[in-house]
């Protein structure tokens, strides 16, 4: 198994562009996180998907940031209009039924730098 | 918002000594969970110990939980330069799964 694959590994953008974040979870799990990491605020969750439903968002900073699971392989962060602020290493992971007692796997992560 | 907090923040050890970090942690669960993560790379699980267990195992790992006091250790035996990385332990539900700030283990030869 490939593991989870993210992509871009590495971004860097002006500040106001629209940036887009990639990510191919395990085949057959269903649940999928993306985190943000930075070094003051550590690793936040920012969105969770079930079946390709988001079921908590709670953690999604500002209407700049969206999700999207179009279906089980697939999903994507955008930010639009991005800010330097947002700067961070953004992370995908996945899980196998999103039930307690499981684990999660990550993926490489995108490092994001807005200028 | 964090719920564990790692303690120290930094460890540097030699190459065949243990290493010892904690995390406590805020509110009840149901199992904690411990992470690795190497530089420039995602997150890697380690060991989950549930609630009921005091102790868990696994290779050269060994994990504590006291519920009573709110807190978990992570010991490595006879470390390795490959064990340099962060170590997060990490609680919470299935969907919200979250992180404590991390110990950064150096190890050198």
């Known amino acids: 198994d490939a593991g989870v694959i993210q992509s871009p590994r590495h971004e860097v953008t002006e500040m106001g562009q629209e940036v887009t974040l990639r990510c191919k979870p395990i085949?057959?799990?269903?649940?999928l996180f993306w985190y943000r990491q930075t070094m003051m605020r550590g690793l936040e969750l920012l969105i969770y998907f079930n079946n390709n439903v988001p079921i908590d968002d709670s953690g999604m900073p500002e209407d700049r940031f969206s999700a999207k699971m179009p279906n089980a392989s697939f999903s994507t962060l955008k930010i639009q209009p991005s800010e330097p602020r947002d700067s961070a290493v953004y992370f995908c992971?996945?899980?196998?039924?999103?039930?307690?007692?499981?684990?999660?796997?990550f993926g490489s992560g995108t490092q994001l730098s807005v200028l | 918002s964090q719920q564990g907090e790692e303690d120290p923040q930094a460890l540097s050890i030699q190459e065949g000594e243990n290493a010892t970090m904690n995390c406590s942690y805020k509110?009840?669960?149901?199992?904690l969970q411990w992470y690795r993560q190497n530089s420039g790379r995602g997150l890697v699980h380690l060991i989950l110990i549930r609630s009921n267990e005091r102790e868990k195992h696994s290779g050269r790992l060994r994990v504590t939980l006291d519920t009573s006091k709110k807190s978990s250790s992570l010991l490595i035996t006879a470390s390795r330069a490959a064990d340099t990385a962060s170590y997060f332990c990490a609680t919470g539900t299935a969907s919200k799964l979250t992180f404590g700030t991390g110990t950064r283990l150096q190890v050198t030869l």
């Open positions: 509110t009840s669960i149901n199992n």
């Open positions: 085949s057959g799990h269903n649940s």
């Open positions: 992971a996945s899980s196998l039924h999103g039930t307690d007692n499981e684990k999660l796997f």
